[in-house]
């Protein structure tokens, strides 16, 4: 059974940093690519980034590139998600999720909230 766990999420201030963790068991952090998404309040779900299983990132909203980065730790078979210079508008859920041999992201973990005071 697949099992991702987000964690690090919690309450900064503007200009703070914080490392969300995306634990995997069932399934290697190697294999498919894992991507994080977020969900701020009242918004729809917005796709981050993400990491092949090669190491390449990619960062998919232009407002968090240069702030946010990807790595992995294949010995603990887990993603980061640092995230430096937080600002409000990065309050939000965040989600890890990993592809499938289909090509979507059939692997959700659960969520971590992060709020940004001003």
């Known amino acids: 059974q697949v099992h991702l766990a987000e964690s690090g999420g919690g309450l900064v201030q503007a200009g703070d940093s914080l490392r969300l963790s995306c634990a995997a068991s069932?399934?290697?952090?190697?294999?498919?690519?894992v991507g994080w998404f977020r969900q701020p309040p009242g918004k729809e779900r917005e796709f981050l980034a993400e990491?092949?299983?090669?190491?390449?990132?990619?960062y998919e909203l232009d407002s968090v590139k240069g702030r946010f980065t990807l790595s992995r730790d294949n010995a603990k078979n887990t993603v980061y998600l640092q995230m430096n210079n937080l600002q409000p508008e990065d309050t939000a859920i965040y989600y890890c999720?990993?592809?499938?041999?289909?090509?979507?992201?059939?692997?959700w973990g659960q969520g971590t909230q992060v709020t940004v005071s001003s």
């Open positions: 990491i092949r299983w090669s190491g390449e990132t990619t």
């Open positions: 999720a990993q592809r499938t041999v289909r090509g979507g992201f059939d692997y």
């Open positions: 069932g399934r290697t952090v190697s294999t498919y690519p």
